[in-house]
């Protein structure tokens, strides 16, 4: 088992920044790839980025150049830095646990969401 708490979510204007954390606690955080997922109201569930155990990272093209995946095996944190906001990335981001996929169904383990709101 892997629980998983999300935190840093918040509201800023277009073009503004902020860094998600996901905190990871139960079974060895570094055994598992991890992504960082959104959904906005009426949306399905959206792949955003992910990292595998080595530190090699995939992003979805909507994000690409403007967010940062990384994380640290020794703090068992995992962080998504978000760069040139666009009010289109408002949405719950969810951090997750399992393999190196863009789907949802490729994780076994995720956080309860972290809310990000952009203003134009």
């Known amino acids: 088992q892997v629980q998983l708490v999300e935190s840093g979510g918040g509201s800023v204007q277009a073009g503004g920044s902020l860094r998600l954390s996901c905190a990871a606690s139960?079974?060895?955080?570094?055994?598992?790839?991890m992504g960082w997922f959104r959904q906005a109201p009426g949306k399905e569930r959206e792949f955003v980025a992910a990292i595998n155990w080595s530190g090699s990272t995939n992003y979805a093209d909507s994000v690409k150049g403007r967010f940062t995946i990384s994380r640290d095996n020794a703090k068992n944190t995992l962080y998504l830095q978000l760069n040139s906001l666009k009010p289109e990335d408002a949405a719950v981001y969810y951090c997750?646990?399992?393999?190196?996929?863009?789907?949802?169904?490729?994780?076994?383990?995720w956080g309860q969401g972290t809310q990000v709101t952009v203003s134009s």
């Open positions: 997750a646990a399992g393999s190196f996929a863009t789907t949802p169904a490729g994780y076994n383990y």
């Open positions: 139960g079974r060895a955080f570094s055994m598992y790839a």
